[in-house]
T-cell receptor, first 109, second 121 residues
Framework: RKEVEQDPGPFNVPEGATVAFNCTYS??????FFWYRQDCRKEPKLLMS???SGNEDGRFTAQLNRASQYISLLIRDSKLSDSATYLC??????????FGTGTKLQVIP | DAGVIQSPRHEVTEMGQEVTLRCKPI?????LFWYRQTMMRGLELLIY????????DSGMPEDRFSAKMPNASFSTLKIQPSEPRDSAVYFC???????????????????FGEGSRLTVL
């Protein structure tokens, strides 16, 4: 089993739609969780950290489910500018920081 | 403020040649990471350093790859000899990690450089 798994997509959604991505991780000792965004041919950049209590930043909501070992990202009211690849990142403890392979989102006009 | 600086941005070389990629992390960061990205395998962690010491190099593909961090402001990733399958984008990232207890670390945001796109013919 991969350390961090994501559905590669692509997710093609119309503008204004709500879309959700999940990411599962294998190491129950993981302590730090993040979502990064990567635009085509660019470097990854932090979108948001994921806290145990869940957190929201504008149209974006991230949640952590330790029991089932997954994190989620919800994007409401999708914009064309949200089109990108979203990378799930897990780390902490003695673990190296591991990136998922990413979920590609394409928002369609 | 300067971000993570990588060089060269692009390199095209022939199989068998030595390739050296360079990285200058953000000042004050104590952790540095080298990643490789390809369409097939996504972002793969090659090696990471904490306080200039290599912590985990299990992602280094084989002996042809080596990485050094002689001081807090500079790191290199070397491939010798290079092969066509090494073609990828190589990212360097830096961060601040703090020990939060035995075996526990607080991991700060990873800041990535713009990457070095390597093509081995």
């Amino acid at each position: 089993r991969k350390e961090v798994e994501q559905d590669p997509g692509p997710f093609n959604v119309p503008e204004g739609a709500t879309v959700a991505f999940n990411c599962t991780y294998s190491n129950s000792a993981s302590q730090s969780f993040f979502w990064y965004r990567q635009d085509c041919r660019k470097e990854p950049k932090l979108l948001m950290s994921v806290y145990s209590s869940g957190n929201e930043d504008g149209r974006f909501t991230a949640q952590l489910n330790r029991a089932s070992q997954y994190i989620s990202l919800l994007i409401r009211d999708s914009k064309l500018s949200d089109s990108a690849t979203y990378l799930c990142v897990v780390g902490g403890g003695y673990q190296k920081v591991t990136f998922g392979t990413g979920t590609k989102l394409q928002v369609i006009p | 403020d300067a971000g993570v600086i990588q060089s060269p941005r692009h390199e095209v070389t022939e199989m068998g040649q030595e390739v050296t990629l360079r990285c200058k992390p953000i000042s004050g960061h104590n952790s540095l990471f080298w990643y490789r990205q390809t369409m097939m395998r996504g972002l793969e962690l090659l090696i990471y350093f904490n306080n200039n010491v290599p912590i985990d190099d299990s992602g280094m593909p084989e002996d042809r790859f080596s990485a050094k961090m002689p001081n807090a402001s500079f790191s290199t990733l070397k491939i010798q000899p290079s092969e066509p399958r090494d073609s990828a984008v190589y990212f360097c990232a830096s961060s601040f990690w703090a020990l939060a207890g035995r075996h526990n670390y607080y991991i700060g945001e990873l800041f990535f450089g713009e990457g070095s796109r390597l093509t081995v013919l």
